[in-house]
């Protein structure tokens, strides 16, 4: 019974051994089953359609703060907030009532004045010819013309009390300078306005025309100047293509913008600079606070271009394979400038005419041989 126990058993291991041997021979470079083939390709130059998205905060052509001009309680509200209002409507009511006295009272001291107006007239006149007749002296006739410029004085001053009562009132009824969107209302009725409130009653938006306000690096305005013909910024601006807005949820806006505006000086913090873009906006999608993209595009002459479905991302950092003199697996770095459809702007890393592995690195390591298996063409 132990003899043929034994037998079994060196069968058994036997075959394990045998196959371990066959499967572990070494191949050329040390890889298993010889190089690997693999289509290679070599980088070409052509134009490039560059796009760039820039962050952008969307406001109204006009976002005015409505605020009172005179001391009073608000007594009447004539919209609800979020209301469209055309230019000269009425808002709000302040109580008006004090300076309609004070209206009364200017009047009634304009009468009063008129009156001794009247009455220093008929004196200096009277006085004028006695003093013809030798009746009075001269000093007297002086004394009657000044209480005559006085008078005339006093009517003055009681006319502009009447006009500066009259702007108060008007004042009390606070119309909409602009039109446009109300918004919310930081103060209810009965409340105590001035004019020196820290919030302002609300804000009319006008969004039939917003603007768009997005930065740019300083290489890309740079980029942006070159691309476009002219002696001056203004010449420029003339010249630029029509932009994109992108909305918040990635669609793009129906109607194209125009950038018709650039900041005086880059900000010293952020290093950027602001542009604006500014968009038709008839069916009211757009409101200020939105934010969005702007997309802007241009064209490059003559780049080297990598297809992007040929390399690959690690930690953010893109490299493509190629091989050495030996012809072995080599992971090499490149820098990129930008995408252009489905390729890579190539800045550095590979130039024109260097060859790497357009397909079939998937599975590739460092030090692996590879073999062509065939060129192939991208375009």
Same mark, same amino acid.
């Given at each position: 019974?132990?003899?043929?126990?034994?037998?079994?058993?060196?069968?058994?291991?036997?075959?394990?051994?045998?196959?371990?041997?066959?499967?572990?021979?070494?191949?050329?470079?040390?890889?298993?089953?010889? =190089?690997?083939?693999?289509?290679?390709?070599?980088?070409?130059?052509?134009? /490039?359609?560059?796009?760039?998205?820039?962050?952008?905060?969307?406001?109204?052509?006009?976002?005015?703060?409505?605020? =009172?001009?005179?001391?009073?309680?608000?007594?009447?509200?004539?919209?609800? !907030?979020?209301?469209?209002?055309?230019? %000269?409507?009425?808002?709000?009511?302040?109580?008006?009532?004090?300076?309609? !006295?004070?209206?009364?009272?200017?009047? /009634?001291?304009?009468?009063?004045?008129?009156?001794?107006?009247?009455? @220093?007239?008929?004196?200096?006149?009277?006085?004028?010819?006695?003093?013809? &007749?030798?009746?009075?002296?001269?000093?007297?006739?002086?004394?009657?013309?000044?209480?005559?410029?006085?008078?005339?004085?006093?009517?003055?001053?009681?006319?502009?009390?009447?006009?500066?009562?009259?702007? &108060?009132?008007?004042?009390?009824?606070?119309?909409?300078?602009?039109?446009?969107?109300?918004?919310?209302?930081?103060?209810?009725?009965?409340?105590?306005?001035?004019?020196?409130?820290?919030?302002?009653?609300?804000?009319?938006?006008? &969004?039939?025309?917003?603007?768009?306000?997005?930065?740019?690096?300083?290489?890309? #305005?740079?980029?942006?100047?070159?691309?476009?013909?002219? &002696?001056?910024?203004?010449?420029?601006?003339?010249?630029?293509?029509?932009?994109?807005?992108?909305?918040?949820? %990635?669609?793009?806006?129906?109607?194209?913008?125009?950038?018709?505006?650039?900041?005086?000086?880059?900000?010293?913090?952020?290093?950027?600079?602001?542009?604006?873009?500014?968009?038709?906006?008839?069916?009211?999608?757009?409101?200020? %606070?939105?934010?969005?993209?702007?997309?802007?595009?241009?064209?490059?002459?003559?780049?080297?271009?990598?297809?992007?479905?040929?390399?690959?991302?690690?930690?953010?950092?893109?490299?493509?394979?190629?091989?050495?003199?030996?012809?072995?697996?080599?992971?090499?770095?490149?820098?990129?400038?930008?995408?252009?459809?489905?390729?890579?702007?190539?800045?550095?890393?590979?130039?024109?005419?260097?060859?790497?592995?357009?397909?079939? #690195?998937?599975?590739?390591? @460092?030090?692996?041989?590879?073999? !062509?298996?065939?060129?192939?063409?991208?375009?």
């Amino acid at each position: 019974m132990k003899r043929n126990f034994v037998v079994k058993s060196s069968t058994l291991y036997l075959v394990p051994l045998l196959f371990m041997s066959c499967s572990n021979r070494p191949s050329e470079g040390g890889y298993p089953g010889g =190089p690997t083939e693999v289509n290679f390709a070599a980088v070409k130059t052509g134009d /490039a359609e560059v796009k760039n998205e820039y962050t952008c905060a969307i406001e109204g052509r006009s976002n005015i703060e409505i605020r =009172p001009q005179v001391t009073g309680y608000l007594s009447k509200i004539y919209m609800d !907030e979020g209301a469209y209002v055309k230019a %000269g409507q009425p808002l709000f009511k302040v109580e008006d009532r004090v300076y309609r !006295e004070q209206l009364n009272n200017a009047k /009634a001291s304009l009468q009063s004045a008129s009156a001794s107006l009247i009455t @220093a007239k008929i004196e200096l006149e009277r006085k004028t010819e006695l003093v013809r &007749n030798k009746i009075v002296s001269e000093l007297q006739v002086q004394e009657a013309n000044a209480t005559y410029l006085g008078a005339k004085a006093a009517v003055a001053q009681a006319e502009s009390a009447i006009q500066s009562a009259q702007i &108060n009132i008007d004042f009390a009824l606070i119309k909409a300078p602009v039109s446009g969107y109300v918004g919310r209302f930081n103060y209810r009725l009965g409340s105590l306005l001035s004019p020196t409130n820290q919030q302002a009653l609300t804000v009319i938006s006008d &969004n039939q025309q917003v603007y768009a306000y997005f930065s740019l690096s300083e290489n890309d #305005f740079v980029a942006f100047q070159n691309q476009h013909p002219g &002696n001056s910024i203004a010449e420029k601006l003339k010249g630029t293509s029509p932009v994109t807005l992108l909305l918040s949820d %990635g669609r793009p806006y129906d109607l194209k913008g125009k950038i018709d505006a650039v900041e005086g000086q880059f900000n010293k913090s952020t290093g950027s600079i602001t542009l604006r873009a500014k968009f038709d906006n008839p069916k009211d999608i757009l409101r200020s %606070g939105n934010t969005g993209k702007v997309l802007l595009e241009r064209n490059i002459m003559q780049v080297p271009l990598l297809p992007i479905a040929s390399t690959v991302t690690y930690q953010d950092k893109i490299f493509v394979y190629t091989a050495d003199k030996d012809g072995k697996v080599v992971q090499l770095p490149v820098a990129v400038s930008g995408k252009s459809g489905d390729n890579f702007i190539l800045s550095s890393g590979l130039k024109a005419g260097d060859r790497y592995i357009a397909q079939g #690195f998937e599975r590739l390591q @460092a030090g692996m041989p590879v073999v !062509e298996k065939s060129p192939i063409e991208h375009k």
